[in-house]
């Protein structure tokens, strides 16, 4: 257990870094991770989004994650999925089986180029949200998995990604 | 997918059988909210037994589903939620506040017939 990437949050957005967890120059996403498998799926509506997650549950159950944290995945799926249907109309979400060292993972990222999230630091807070939803989308996804990481340009977009380990 | 809502007695049972888009939830909501009306029900179970996922859209429409009935005078029970599944809403911070649960359909049904006084055995009988 003690080897296991402690659970961080990036934010790379312009106007907020929230963390400086990494140097602020540094590429989303880690080099250290070799990709075994990855699934590309583009969301453009509501039924997409039950496809983004029933994909990324058949290639977590790959990695023998228990039934609880396929659940625990394919939810972060669905909360990432609906916030790009939601916020920017199309996206994609890209799922990939991760190794790092002797772990092996589940990565999520999310992306759009919608209009961005203005305030990353409140939209990370529990109960904030803009839209019709409870306002737990992101806190509740960061909640679910190991890691964590939001860039979000107003005007250009946000990607999203989330990593889980296999314990 | 359309949500198959059967008729028992003085309730309705909305059966989800597989998993449903954000637009049947919807449609579901709808259709229960009218049902309930024109068919003069008592109480309404949703069985999520078949509900592999319960993200925030899912568990905000059970609630809203709830509270519209609720103000159209009858009562809503939702069954099912299974283990992983509450373990994630939990994880969530999900908590679906003021809306009851059961175990299964038939704790379902003996919570209705509390609620509306009228034993749980007459409910093939009573029509309408």
Do not use: C
């Not at chain 1, 199309?90 to 990565?107: A, D, K, Y």
């Not at chain 1, 803009?130 to 998995?145: A, H, K, Q």
């Not at chain 2, 954000?22 to 709808?30: F, G, I």
């Not at chain 2, 939990?90 to 908590?95: A, E």
């Amino acid at each position: 257990m003690g080897a296991l990437p402690r659970k961080r949050t990036l934010v790379n957005g312009e106007r907020n870094p929230v963390e400086a967890a990494v140097p602020a120059r540094s590429p989303i996403g880690n080099t250290r991770d070799r990709v075994l498998e990855e699934i590309a799926v583009h969301i453009n509506g509501d039924t997409d989004i039950v496809a983004a997650r029933q994909k990324g549950r058949v290639l977590a159950g790959t990695l023998g994650f228990s039934s609880s944290e396929l659940t625990l995945i394919a939810t972060a799926i669905s909360e990432l999925a609906r916030n790009i249907v939601l916020y920017a109309k199309q996206g994609e979400i890209v799922l990939r089986v991760l190794e790092r060292g002797e772990q092996r993972g589940i990565m999520v990222r999310a992306g759009d180029q919608g209009p961005g999230i203005p305030d990353v630091r409140r939209a990370l807070q529990g109960g904030f949200s803009t839209s019709r939803s409870l306002g737990l989308g992101l806190p509740g996804v960061r909640r679910l998995m190991d890691e964590f990481e939001i860039e979000s340009r107003v005007g250009y977009g946000t990607t999203v990604t989330a990593r889980k380990w296999k314990r | 997918m359309e949500v198959p809502i059967l008729k028992q007695g003085p309730y309705l049972i909305a059966s989800i059988q597989s998993a449903l888009s954000d637009a049947d939830l919807v449609q579901l909501r709808d259709a229960l909210v009218e049902q309930v009306g024109r068919l003069r029900s008592r109480g309404v179970i949703v069985d999520v037994t078949a509900l592999d996922v319960m993200d925030s859209f899912a568990t905000r429409t059970l609630r809203d589903i709830t509270f519209m009935i609720r103000l159209r005078g009858a009562e809503t029970v939702i069954v099912g939620i299974q283990p992983d599944v509450a373990f994630t809403m939990v994880q969530l911070g999900l908590k679906l506040e003021g809306v009851p649960t059961a175990l299964d359909l038939e704790e379902g049904i003996t919570f209705l017939s509390k609620k509306d006084g009228s034993p749980a055995k007459e409910t093939n009988s009573r029509e309408r």
